[in-house]
């Protein structure tokens, strides 16, 4: 579709809602005020393109005489360069936007192949985000963490809420392999090692909803690393979703009660995640997304310990910085390249 058209129907459902708005539009007065508010960075980006077109047209005018013409000229180029950052910033403000972007994130990190070196590499992983989740003024909360005897963890999970959330992390779902000399390594070899990271938008119970009768519950003692009983009474929650077989498992806290919302967090998350990749695998059937499917299968990223370089494999992009990602201080410039790179293939597919 013409840019310019696309341009004229955002400013004119603009309008519309300021005038139903004025109106005294009070039945939907929540959901139009929401929509004015995304529109209007749009409108506002827009409106600063179409000066800088008018204001370029009038200096390539004025470029006509003599005694303007250096003046003009100055102004003119100086114009022209800025035009394409503001048509493609317009453009990505555009582009159809994930229902699920907004929402916060339940992260799940598992230890893959690797034994305890894979654990101990989960729980570096884990605490990766934990202080990414602090420096961009997030809420981290651990749910749930398998730990193993010495600081590894089997599995963790934890609830990431604030601004925009799911929209940064998406991408960090898939397998992340690790390079390097584990300190139970007597011979100084370097281990290849993964875990596998699931980031999940929090669903509310109005995204999916679950039938009671489709539901099983267990309860059993909680187990400590080791495999020693740190509970004395059956406080652990397994949920079951019986028509899919997922099977969710909360042990963390001593309260039957909360294992069970945790576990049924868990649970909804999952769901609507596999009701969102269906769908997403429909609308994508014909392409293959530039920055991978998300897949948990699919490895993402190695980090590789005696080079001191991470890399990600779906962008082709190195940072020779290891402990500046691990501290969660530059993992930001791999998030910020990801969406880059989406932005770039989803602005493609659109011409």
Known sequence: MNLDIQFDRVLYRYDEIREQLAAGDTQSFAKLSKELSDLTPIVETITALNKARVD???AEAMMADPDMRELAAEEYYALKETLPALERGVQIMLLPKDEADEKNAILEVR???GGEEAALFAAELFRMYERYAG????RFETMDVNETGIGGFKEASATITGRGVFARLKFESGVHRVQRVPATEAGGRIHTSA????VLPEAEEVDIHIEDKDLRFDVYRSQGSGGQSVNTTDSAVRVTHIPTGLAVACQQEKSQHKNKATAMKLLRA????MERSAKAAER???????VGSGDRSERIRTYNFPQGRVTDHRINLTLYKIEEVMSGNALDEVVEALITADEAERLAAME
């Open 270 to 273: 999952r769901l609507y995640e």
């Open 284 to 290: 994508a059937a014909d392409r293959k997304s530039q």
């Open 111 to 113: 230890a893959g192949t």
């Open 135 to 138: 420096l961009k003024g997030w």
């Open 56 to 58: 370029m047209a009038e």
């Open 195 to 198: 875990a596998t990271v699931a």
